[in-house]
């Protein structure tokens, strides 16, 4: 199971990345092996505001759909449109070509409450 340190996650099985006030989110190689193929993802927030924990869209598998919560508050100032002819990538690689959002961070406080790489292999019982 890949769980790079860098980066930080969620409950909800998201992992961000944060460079200065933008932060960049997609789902972890735990969430994507667990939905299966990943044949659609749907982003209908761009360039709306959400508080953290928000349903900003959804990731569709071939056997389920699943909501996407916003892990900061925000606005959504950008969709990984790659997703869009290739929702795979998000099996395939994502915490790299997969990424599904980039926020403009209202609060980045908010970026050090979310669990640490340990804290979310202790999570997933890896």
Do not use: C, R
């Amino acid at each position: 199971m890949n769980i790079p340190s860098e980066l930080k996650y969620t409950k909800d099985h998201e992992w961000v990345s944060i460079e200065g006030d933008v932060a960049t989110v997609g789902i972890t190689d735990f969430a994507q092996s667990e939905l299966g193929d990943i044949v659609y993802v749907e982003v209908e927030t761009l360039d709306e505001t959400l508080d953290q924990d928000e349903v900003f869209g959804t990731v569709e598998a071939v056997k389920t759909v699943s909501d996407l919560f916003l892990p900061l508050s925000g606005e959504v100032i950008e969709f990984n449109e790659a997703l869009e002819d290739e929702p795979e990538k998000v099996n395939s690689d994502p915490y790299g070509d997969g990424w599904m959002i980039k926020i403009k961070v209202d609060d980045t406080s908010q970026f050090d409450e979310l669990l640490s790489d340990a804290d979310y292999k202790a999570l997933i019982g890896a």
